[in-house]
């Protein structure tokens, strides 16, 4: 059995990697526009993000917009092939064909054939951990093939819900014969039988042994590590007059010009990636709300007395069928407002008919009360009608994100004569 050493420290300097990145962007989608590869062992001295981005024509020239930008750590052990990345930096002969691209390069996450998926594992990991609820999948939501963020704005339609729902809240206890349960027995077994393996030499390296071969000291134990925010930008902005470049036609677009830095130290302690997506947001207007939540606080329950502050119960009221501010509601048995909610994170207000194309109105909640995630059509909506099929339904982004990390990596290369 080989002996594993651990190589000698050397002397830290520092690599200046930049990514560049250009996108075209549907309102709404997740998209990734950076994957950096990281080291254990490595510190992460600061970054620098500048991006440029402006939109298509739109519908309106009033209503704001936000831009985000996510940058993420992501370490093996976050990813959804933990296991497998984990076996590959000890295995050489470890087989990963299960997380190559089968047989075309992928445009949106711009994998070249048969290489690894990386970006699509980051942005699983992500999309579960910042941009979903409990219960939801990351691809439950997608807007052009891509995961859609939700709208991102707290309001008292988040914890609206049809009456059914509500009744059905009772719990329920599953027989493990119904259903495949791993029980904790069995993984203390399998446990047991790893570690007789390991004190018997039959096992040569453990991951703990591969991330102490770079210096880092670190015990491998418990709940596996989520990607950890880095650093994370908002910026909100207006509409402004433009011309189309099409056919000289005023309109109003929005842009933005980005350039943040994040210059706290972040130490890698596993091989991972740093990961940026961005998500354009605009201004949430419900166009299936024709009503004031205020207006259903017609009885004494409703305006939720002391006495029975501590039952939170008290404040959800149930709107029959077709009344109240969402009457196309679907079901049958009417639905249910939190009226504390509305206390909390306020309402909308409109005075005109909400079928207005220049009012950046979203048909959201939808029928069925689903109130989170907009769908491939409201993101089209948004913009100038496009007849002529010249794609006039984006948002596009250039930039570049500098990294300094400092790390024992060097280059190698010969020097080109000038």
Wanted: proline share 7%.
């Amino acid at each position: 059995m080989a002996i594993l050493q651990e190589v000698g420290r050397h002397a830290r300097k520092m690599r200046r990697p930049q990514h560049r990145f250009q996108l075209r962007v549907r309102p709404w989608q997740i998209q990734p526009f950076l994957i950096a590869p990281v080291l254990p062992g490595e510190t992460m001295r600061n970054l620098l993000l500048q991006s440029r981005v402006v939109s298509d024509p739109l519908q309106s020239p009033l209503v704001g917009w936000w831009c985000e930008f996510y940058v993420f750590y992501c370490p093996h052990r976050s990813l959804p092939g933990a296991a497998d990345f984990m076996d590959m930096m000890i295995d050489p002969s470890k087989d990963l064909s299960g997380y190559k691209q089968a047989s075309a390069p992928d445009v949106d996450t711009y994998t070249p054939e048969a290489g690894m998926k990386w970006v699509d594992q980051c942005l699983e990991a992500v999309c579960h951990e910042y941009f979903r609820n409990e219960g939801e999948d990351w691809e439950d939501f997608l807007i052009d093939g891509k995961p859609a963020a939700s709208i991102n704005q707290d309001s008292w339609l988040d914890s609206a819900m049809n009456a059914g729902d509500y009744t059905a809240l009772d719990i329920e206890l599953i027989d493990a014969a119904d259903t495949d349960v791993l029980m904790a027995s069995e993984v203390e077994a399998g446990m047991r039988q790893w570690y007789l393996l390991r004190q018997q030499g039959l096992t040569q390296m453990s991951y703990e042994d591969y991330l102490n071969s770079y210096g880092v000291r670190r015990q491998i134990e418990g709940v596996a590590p989520v990607p950890e925010l880095i650093r994370y930008v908002r910026d909100w902005t207006y509409p402004t007059n433009t011309i189309d470049p099409e056919d000289g036609a005023p309109s109003s677009a929005v842009s933005w010009v980005v350039a943040e830095r994040a210059d706290k130290d972040r130490f890698f302690s596993e091989p991972g990636f740093i990961f940026g997506v961005t998500v354009c947001r605009p201004k949430f207007y419900s166009s299936t709300q024709t009503g004031n939540v205020a207006s259903m606080m017609n009885d004494a329950y409703t305006w939720l007395p002391a006495v029975l502050s501590d039952d939170p119960s008290t404040s959800l009221k149930l709107i029959p069928a077709m009344e109240g501010p969402l009457p196309s509601n679907a079901d049958s048995d009417g639905y249910y407002i939190d009226i504390r909610d509305l206390l909390m994170y306020g309402d909308q207000f409109i005075n005109f008919a909400l079928d207005q194309t220049d009012a950046g109105l979203v048909a959201l909640p939808t029928t069925g009360l689903q109130k989170r995630y907009p769908t491939e059509d409201m993101s089209e909506d948004l913009f100038i009608d496009n007849t002529d099929g010249s794609g006039k339904t984006r948002v596009r982004y250039d930039g570049v994100v500098s990294l300094h990390i400092a790390t024992t990596v060097r280059d190698f290369s010969p020097t080109t004569p000038a």
